[in-house]
């Protein structure tokens, strides 16, 4: 099967990824779910599943719009969101713990690089702490390695809890394929060329 077939949408998908930041409220911070903890769903189910793997997602895609130094605190919100969609449930006991760990590792990563000559930014309800230049490469191997140790959690998690976790386990693995496709020279033509590897995996 011929690869044009895939030339559209890997284009428009390399084409999102240079819109530009269109100030606060736009994107709403990461796809509007701002709300916290899983309400009246408890125990395992697929809309609070469902829910955090969206937030990581769209979350990823928001982030990577902001200028790269803005993009460690912007990730840092998403897993907070998505951590505080499982207050409460202890059947993602062990998830909720994955992600807040990724949340606190990269508050602690911005806060000790902070770039003081840079301001913050402000989108809908988020504030995001822009990062020296010269700690570029430790914040963002920091990083990787807190997405490592959150995908690593989830994929040994209970058999019993499995197909719930391996979804947000897939979606923390594809959140540390974005950010190191953006922040590294080329990223957005190594991105498009996963996204069609992918795609002809699927046929």
Request: charged residues 20%.
């Amino acid at each position: 099967m011929s690869v044009f077939r895939y030339a559209a949408p890997i284009a428009v998908v390399a084409g999102l990824w240079l819109v530009p930041s269109t100030g606060a409220g736009s994107e709403g911070g990461g796809g509007g779910d701002y709300g916290g903890g899983s309400g009246a769903s408890q125990g395992l189910n697929n809309a609070t599943t469902r829910s955090v793997v969206n937030i990581l997602n769209r979350g990823a895609s928001s982030c990577r719009r902001l200028p790269w130094t803005y993009k460690y605190d912007c990730y840092r919100w998403v897993y907070k969101r998505a951590a505080d969609k499982l207050v409460g449930n202890t059947a993602y006991s062990e998830a909720y713990k994955a992600l807040t760990d990724v949340e606190t590792s990269l508050d602690t990563l911005v806060r000790q690089n902070r770039d003081p000559s840079q301001p913050v930014r402000r989108r809908a309800l988020e504030t995001y702490t822009p990062v020296k230049p010269e700690s570029r490469p430790k914040v963002t191997r920091g990083a990787e390695q807190a997405l490592d140790r959150a995908e690593t959690v989830l994929l040994r998690s209970p058999a019993s809890k499995q197909v719930h976790y391996a979804r947000i386990a897939e979606a923390v693995n594809s959140n540390k394929t974005l950010l190191r496709s953006a922040l590294l020279p080329g990223g957005i033509i190594r991105f498009a060329g996963i996204v069609l590897n992918r795609l002809l995996q699927q046929t």
